[in-house]
């Protein structure tokens, strides 16, 4: 019993306190933008290529959640014609992912900040609950980096993403950015126009990650079939940091509730 | 989903736990509505002395509640709107605690509003969603669909908290956000209804970053129309509303965060923490501009100082985190009232005065508390209603204290409940008559009488149970198999209660035993799964008694456990997304993955295995219950179906499947929160499944009087079985009479009982059979043997009128309960349950209703439900009234005749109202359109279709009574006046208990008519009867031969 109570008084701070320093470390990566005063934020930039064929080259800088550049390039298999791509100046891409993965830390980071040292647990199932909470937001922020968004094609052709770049992208191209791990991903579908008097057997694709050649859709009135599909992608550094820290974390938790459950035969019927 | 089961809740002594996340007090400031960690809403009646009691808890989400709203405007609907962590939402009723609408989306909501332009908009208004998601989600409040976004075009991040700014000045409704980021945006809501109903994409009118992370609310000044409050977790703000520029900002001390604010009047604003302190300021003006200066430094603005007026705060009980909320109303009677709700589950109120002033010295004031109240605090102050449902037992046997039930499962087809109790002992007793115990007074015979065996072989706290014959027939249906803290697994013989084997596992307590999948075909299936609190999974073989693997190398809980079938491979899912797959053969650890992998592998073998555990951890517990309570009713029905069939054609061959279809009406539930340990249990009536059984087994009964007697016996023969079923009831088995009586006195030793269980109905022994009904019992002679299942039914029947007659409202109306109908007393009030589609389920708590029933005096048990209920049941009769005229005759022979056929009449009653009532709730949109009779009138016609399984035999009687369910002109009547409760939103169970005391009412009365004036006729023509009983003549009188064909 007495263990039990150096356990809610000791333990679990000095678990609690870890499990802030690590998140706050993980939270730095996420280089929150501090709203106007704090200056900008620092532009890294990635380069997205394949090592074999250099069919498509991207050069992405991003500015915490967001992508402020992009310059795509791309050899179009069958004329060997280079294509180039840029953001236009005024236009940047939020990625989704990021933002709400540091948003889900930060919580996580103000659920435990509220449990100061001076804070006295008086049950086990208190803890519990609080790792139950942060748990739930480090799942969700590890989450959101680990499954990207499942899309659609229509939904891709008509997402914002189209219509950000100068030149305008051309009709049969189709561009996405999305985090998958550690690594920031560029897919380009090329497209080609399905006639009405095909005889190909026409059946939408529906949501995935990755769509592969011959994947059919219709947008505005039109059929098309993804012709081919090239896929780049970068690690960012930063990112596979906060991934580690979240598993730690995790881990963390889990183990903390599993000591308090260890005694679970001493707590008192009413929790309070 | 038709919805004919009535629950009534058993509680123990200690209260669900309820972690307050979200409270809020309705507009009429009668309600407190709390949402909880574990899932479940809870109401509590806020009375006009701002005294606290908690009346009903919700069950229905299976995560931890984020938010609460009003979903309509509250004067028309008393509808709230929850939201929780997994996305679900639902809109109650929290008067009726009926669920009326529920969705699931893919957003995590932290706060909603409710807004509602009558003038320009359809539809019962919208719900503004701000959470997990970028900007603000438009939600239908009538179909939780979502309608539209108010989307940013810059910066666009999570909202942190909102609120709507209706400006009379400015003519204009807009939404006032702050994001995660500290951006302040605002959205035009009534210039924007039409591009909103439109669909057109609609952007923010303004966006200015602020100067403050963590924004925790943001509250517009209606007094001033000018001051926007920000509150965020390090400091609060005010700014001016005109062009944003900061007026003043007040830090808060050390150690504190604050968690949101209100203003209270012009100037005066009321800031809380997140450690339930409160704080009162009035803002001060200074030219002399002791705080800041506006951003550009171009004007010294007008600039304002807080000054501190009072404060408030809590001593001890602390418990983090508080949520507290504020309500300002002006209007009389209304208070300005602060609310906080703790991880602990504790309300606390303060009232706060209208002119909040400071004491006299300039010190700020403490407010002192004004009423503070946990739900456990309503189970002590009603002890005898928060009972368990062993408690009984347990206090019986050599005075320990009573055991905390900490796991309990219901086998329904021995009708036999098994309770794993705090210090180790299981309770292995007979369901029904467990819960009449419980529930009913004046039965302490059966009380002392209750067959019962007790398993002792846990050290510590039993934590899971397990019946695997339940749900598969390749398990040996003795065994029962129990899960401990001292982690140990023991297999008992239930019907012995011998220790069949023990398996040591030495790995922390059991959290679940489970059954292993059907189509696993390795070694005679006698396989069962238990996971144990070191997140290892066990495999056990109780034919063979040895445990097969042990696989132990889980980090994290397991949520999902497969079988591969073919590689006899075990499959561990778990918390972390990881997969282990185990060779069961040798126990070796084969692979582990993470990841996309891991995904794969469980969804691959999805379709092709079982999918076994995915209720699996105490997470889940909720959804588990929800998904039986729902299923249990619906399978059970359909099964019961079948088995019904089946007992009618093989009835005299075979009484094992006689009475297994005793479990179809009633059935108990256990039911554990999570992070409990206690476990509450709820027992659940199927009216319908009941009347149907009721209708039946009167027809049964009469076949067999039939065939036993000649005509002019068949009077006589018809009364003594009636009496027979009557009696019966309490001596429970007729089939031994004279051996019985030696057993009489009871045998308590630990392991003994008198297990009348239904494998062994022969033996089944009349300990609690009574001397007194020694005379009706020579009556018994010719009796079937088929009728066991009879008696439970009507037992079932009363049991449920019981819990439902307003008891204490007339003396004589209890009289002729309990001698005539022998309906007995309860012992206290019972908590009713409310179970609404979907398997959202409402469960009133003890002590319910003090605040509503002062009317009736002294007296030992009061169950009405409230006042209402008089005035319903008066109108009800006015409503029937003519009906009775027209058949004042064959009705008295109803009522003269047989006691037990008053009993059918007053349930299938009940179980017609249930109907009515059930029906608008699937189609309360059409309530006005004119095919709205149609589906009541399909439904008369069921049940007219029921009638006819009547027995001819009662003739006119027969008739009278179908002319009662036909749709005539006093049906309709009846169905317009229920159709009208439905829509005062009266509670099933008030619209029930009206109807109960109504037609006992009536009954009485007609009663009373006949026994004056048929006495002297009945003495004359049947004096030898009217002797039989001296106790009653009026008794006898109605078992006279009354004029049938």
């Known amino acids: 019993d007495e263990e039990f109570k150096w356990l809610l008084q000791e333990e679990v701070h000095a678990v609690l306190k870890q499990l802030q320093d690590i998140l706050k470390e993980a939270s730095h990566r996420f280089t929150l ?160 126009v399905l006639q009405p008097s095909t005889t190909k057997n026409f059946k939408p694709a529906g949501g995935s990650i990755l769509h592969n050649p011959g994947a059919m859709f219709e947008f505005g009135n039109q059929r098309y079939e993804v012709s081919h599909v090239h896929k780049v992608e970068c690690v960012v550094p930063w990112l596979n940091d906060a991934l580690v820290f979240f598993t730690v974390s995790l881990q963390l938790c889990q183990q903390l509730k599993d000591k308090i459950s260890v005694f679970s035969s001493y707590w008192n019927y009413r929790p309070y | ?262 203003v209270l009047a012009a100037y005066r604003l009321i800031i809380w923490t997140e450690d339930g302190h409160s704080y009162i300021y009035q803002l001060l003006n200074s030219r002399l501009s002791k705080s800041i200066y506006s951003a550009d430094g171009k004007v010294m603005k007008e600039t304002v100082y807080p000054h501190l007026l009072c404060f408030t705060g809590v001593k001890e009980n602390k418990s983090f985190p508080f949520v507290m909320g504020f309500v300002n109303e002006r209007k009389e009677p209304f208070y300005k009232v602060l609310f906080s709700g703790e991880a602990s589950g504790r309300i606390t109120l303060w009232h706060v005065p209208d002119v909040p002033v400071s004491t006299f010295d300039g010190s700020p004031k403490e407010i002192p508390i004004t009423a503070t109240w946990s739900i456990q605090d309503n189970f002590d102050k009603h002890r005898s209603m928060s009972e368990g449902i062993i408690d009984h037992l347990c206090a019986s046997r050599d005075g320990i204290k009573s055991a905390v039930v900490s796991s309990s ?54 934590t899971c149970l397990l019946y695997p014959h339940d749900k598969s027939v390749r398990f040996d249906p003795s065994w029962l198999l129990s899960g401990g803290q001292d982690s140990v697994v023991i297999c008992w013989d239930i019907f012995t209660g011998d220790i069949l084997h023990q398996f040591s596992l030495q790995s922390g307590p059991v959290t679940e035993l489970l059954r292993s999948p059907e189509n696993y075909r390795l070694k005679d299936n006698n396989i069962v799964c238990c996971v144990c609190s070191d997140h290892s999974v066990a495999i056990l073989h109780l034919q063979k008694r040895v445990c097969l693997l042990h696989a132990r190398k889980h980090l994290f809980p397991v949520k999902k456990i497969k079988f591969d079938p073919l590689e006899n491979l075990l499959i561990v899912g778990c918390e972390d997304d990881s997969v282990y797959i185990w060779e069961i053969e040798t126990g070796t650890l084969e692979r582990h993955e993470t990841g996309e992998t891991a995904k794969a592998i469980l969804t691959s073998t999805e379709d092709s295995e079982d999918l076994m555990a995915d209720a699996l951890l105490p997470v889940s517990q909720e959804s588990k219950r929800n998904k039986n309570a729902g299923q249990k009713h619906s399978s059970s029905y359909k099964h019961g179906m079948v088995f019904y069939n089946l007992t009618h054609n093989e009835k005299s061959s075979d009484k094992l499947t006689d009475t297994s279809c005793i479990y179809q009406p009633f059935t108990i539930l256990p039911v554990k929160t999570k992070w409990t340990n206690a476990n509450f249990h709820i027992l659940l009536f199927d009216l319908e499944k009941l009347e149907e059984l009721l209708l039946s087994s009167q027809l049964n009964g009469l076949k067999s009087s039939n065939s036993f007697h000649s005509y002019d016996t068949l009077e006589r023969a018809k009364s003594t079985t009636e009496k027979r079923v009557l009696t019966l009831k309490r001596i429970k088995t007729a089939g031994s009479i004279s051996p019985v009586d030696g057993q009489v006195d009871t045998v308590s030793s630990n392991q003994v009982c008198r297990d009348n269980s239904a494998a062994r109905p022969l033996e089944e022994s009349g300990g609690m059979k009574r001397q007194k009904k020694m005379k009706s019992s020579r009556k018994i002679r010719m009796q079937p043997s088929s009728n066991i299942d009879v008696n439970v039914t009507t037992d079932t029947a009363k049991l449920l009128l019981s819990c439902l007659l307003p008891w204490g409202v007339d003396k004589e109306i209890d009289n002729l309960c309990v001698r005539r109908l022998d309906i007995l007393m309860l ?69 003269g005749t047989k006691g037990l056929e008053t009993v059918f009449f007053l349930f299938s009653r009940i179980a017609l109202i249930n109907r009515i009532i059930n029906i608008p709730s699937t189609i309360t949109g059409e309530i006005e359109s004119p095919q709205k009779p149609e589906p009541i009138y399909d439904k008369w016609r069921n049940v007219e279709a029921g009638t006819p399984s009547f027995p001819s035999f009662y003739g006119e009687l027969s008739s009278s009574k179908s002319r009662y369910h036909s749709p005539d002109s006093g049906s309709v009547s009846l169905l317009k006046l229920i159709y009208c409760w439905s829509d005062q939103s009266i509670k099933i169970i008030e619209a029930m208990q009206a109807v109960l005391l109504a037609e006992v009412q009536r009954t009485m009365n007609t009663l009373r008519k006949t026994a004056i004036c048929r006495e002297p006729l009945a003495i004359v023509e049947n004096g030898s009867e009217a002797t039989d009983t001296p106790i009653g003549s009026h008794i006898c009188n109605m078992y006279a031969p009354t004029p049938l064909i």
């Open chain 2, 827 to 895: 012992q206290c009030p019972v908590s009713f349950g409310l179970v609404s589609n979907d398997n959202h389920l409402s469960l009133m708590l003890p002590g319910w209703k003090c605040t509503d029933c002062c009317v009736l005096e002294e007296c030992a048990v009061i169950n009405l439900f409230s006042k209402r209920v008089l005035d319903l049941s008066n109108k009800y009769l006015a409503a029937t009234e003519g009906q009775t005229g027209m058949k004042d005759g064959p009705e008295n022979n109803v009522y």
């Open chain 2, 409 to 462: 499962v219901y086998i329904p087809s021995l009708d036999k409940l098994v309770c794993g109790c705090e210090n180790g002992r299981i309770f292995v007793t007979v369901g029904l008559k467990t819960a009449r115990a419980r529930l009913l007074e004046n039965i302490s015979s059966v009380k002392d009488n209750l067959p019962y065996k007790v398993l002792n072989g846990h050290s510590s706290r039993v």
């Open chain 2, 1 to 262: 989903m038709k919805v004919s089961v009535q629950a009534v809740a058993v509680w123990g002594k200690i209260a669900p736990s309820h972690s307050i996340t979200a409270v809020m007090i309705t507009d009429d400031q009668q309600t407190i509505v709390t949402g909880s960690q574990e899932g479940q809403i809870c109401l509590w009646d806020l009375s006009s002395e701002l005294k606290i009691s908690s009346k009903e808890i919700l069950f229905g989400h299976t995560a931890s509640v984020t938010c609460l709203a009003k979903a309509r405007e509250f004067e028309k609907q008393p509808y709230v709107v929850s939201a929780t962590e997994n996305g679900e939402m639902c809109v109650w009723n929290v008067t009726s605690g009926q669920c009326i609408e529920n969705a699931k989306l893919p957003y995590r909501h932290t706060a909603i509003y409710y807004y509602h332009c009558s003038f320009r908009m359809t539809g019962e208004g919208w719900l503004l969603c701000c959470g997990e998601y970028q900007d603000v989600l438009i939600i239908d409040a009538k179909t939780l669909g979502v309608l539209h976004t108010l989307s940013s075009s810059q910066s666009s991040d999570w909202i942190n908290c909102m609120c709507i700014v209706h400006s009379a000045r400015i003519q204009e409704d807009s939404l006032v956000a702050v994001s995660v980021s500290g951006v302040l945006k605002v959205w035009d809501l009534s210039s924007s209804l039409n591009s909103i109903q439109e669909r057109q994409s609609v952007c923010e009118k303004e966006s200015k970053s602020l100067d403050c992370i963590n924004c925790r609310a943001v509250r517009f000044c209606t007094y001033t129309e000018r001051l926007l409050l920000v509150v965020s977790s390090t400091c609060w703000q005010v700014y001016d509303y005109c062009d944003f520029s900061l007026l003043c900002t007040e830090f808060c001390k050390s150690g504190q965060c604050f968690a949101g604010g209100e």
């Open chain 1, 33 to 192: 933008p501090t709203g106007g005063s704090g200056g900008a934020v620092k532009q890294e930039n990635f380069v997205l290529s394949t090592s074999g064929t250099d069919q498509v080259k991207g050069v992405l800088t991003l500015q915490g959640d967001a992508l402020c550049q992009a310059d795509v390039n791309l050899k179009m298999p069958r004329n060997n014609q280079l294509l180039h791509f840029a953001f236009r100046e005024d236009k940047q891409w939020k990625l989704q992912q990021i933002q709400d993965a540091r948003n889900h830390v930060n919580q996580a980071i103000y659920l435990l900040m509220n449990r100061d040292v001076n804070y006295q647990f008086k049950t086990g199932s208190e803890v519990l609950k609080l790792m139950d909470a942060v748990m739930l937001q480090l799942s969700r922020a590890r989450n959101r980096l680990t499954t990207p968004a499942t899309l659609t094609l229509p939904e891709i052709a008509s997402s914002g993403l189209t219509k950000m770049f100068t030149p305008a992208l051309p009709p049969d191209i189709l561009v996405n950015f999305y985090i998958n791990l550690n690594k920031l991903c560029l897919t380009v579908y090329q497209l080609h």
